[in-house]
């Protein structure tokens, strides 16, 4: 499906495909976030917080395609109430 960025935002930001429910890609892949948590959060100097979800997706930038600059997080005003992403994981793979 056509990727899509949050409410109010800008939609020439981000020109992808994303695709959700990976099967038992999904349990590897978050088994394997699990296991750099940790790590990655002490790397960071940030205290450890259990995550209450992870979120998996495979996102296709072909010819053209592009996710312009951003933040993962959000504060102040655009803060939504449970919202607590802090890591994101991201894994480039390349035809050639």
Partial sequence: KPSQVAEGFDPGTRRSLVLRGLGPFDAMLADRA??????LEAAFGMGHVAPADIEVEVVAHGDGGFYGPHIDTFTGDDHVHGDRRRLTLVYYVHRT
Avoid: W
Wanted: charged share 35%; glycine share 0%.
């Fill in 34 to 39: 699990r296991a750099l948590q940790v790590e």
